[in-house]
């Protein structure tokens, strides 16, 4: 028997193999995109015809492609080693430039004396623009103020470029500068012999004897003191006056978490 090939061009581009008896026609599509669709495998074998499903096949992609790809790899992959590289923003440290009555939890509008201070201290950084969260540098009969202090170190005046506290365990000990510029920038002075800052703790961050019933009251009691001038340990228990009347009015500090 005359065997014989039949190759038939379409505009599907198409390519179609024959032979004529007992014989396996493959019929195969290549798509716009270069790859395989699906197509069919027949099979005849004395007039009987079987069709065999022929799986498609991923569209081809050229060179240009590829290189897309690649570079769009490379960036992502140079964005997330500098982001990885990148140091986290420096935490900043300031005394408020508005002096407040013992009655802290009155002043800031909160749910106790320490909350009522810590909602100044965020005020004044929203006045600024400063963001971050912060809290301030106080204690009360229960509470120790290096308790209250995330271990966030190190902290910078809100220029983040002059070190205050390298470490949060330097918090117990003395401050390499003076906490002496407020939410602004600007030198704090009171006009006062002494620039006394609230604080009701002693050096090593814990609890003074006295802290305006844990800054609740201006009318009676007092609260403990410190300097925000003094590098020494009198950033929160000035020497000379541990502690003053809750009628005066004092800044605070805040320490950014």
């Not at 028997?1 to 004529?20: D, E, K, Q, Y």
């Not at 301030?136 to 229960?142: P, R, V």
């Not at 003191?225 to 020497?239: H, I, L």
């Amino acid at each position: 028997m005359t065997r014989s090939l039949l190759v038939t061009l379409t505009t599907t581009l198409c390519t179609v193999t024959a032979l004529v008896a007992g014989c396996e026609v493959t019929t195969t599509s290549l798509g716009s995109d270069g790859g395989v669709d699906a197509g069919r495998t027949s099979r005849s074998d004395g007039g009987s015809t079987i069709d065999l499903p022929v799986e498609p096949t991923e569209p081809r992609k050229d060179a240009g492609q590829d290189a897309q790809i690649s570079d769009a790899g490379d960036a992502d992959a140079e964005a997330a080693d500098a982001d990885a590289e990148s140091p986290p923003p420096r935490k900043r440290v300031f005394v408020t430039k508005t002096q407040y009555n013992g009655d802290l939890k009155t002043a800031g509008a909160g749910t106790d004396g320490l909350d009522g201070a810590d909602k100044l201290c965020a005020a004044a950084a929203t006045e600024q623009n400063l963001g971050g969260t912060w809290r301030a540098w106080l204690s009360t009969a229960t509470v120790d103020a290096a308790s209250r202090i995330a271990d966030v170190a190190p902290w910078y005046l809100v220029d983040r470029t002059t070190l205050v506290f390298e470490t949060k365990a330097q918090l117990a000990m003395t401050p390499a500068h003076a906490i002496d510029k407020n939410e602004t920038g600007s030198v704090s002075l009171s006009g006062a012999a002494v620039q006394r800052v609230w604080t009701g703790t002693v050096v090593g961050g814990t609890k003074a004897p006295s802290h305006c019933t844990d800054w609740t009251v201006s009318a009676t009691g007092t609260g403990g003191v410190g300097a925000y001038t003094e590098s020494s340990g009198s950033w929160t228990r000035y020497v000379n006056d541990t502690s003053i009347g809750c009628t005066d009015k004092n800044p605070i500090y805040c320490f950014e978490q």
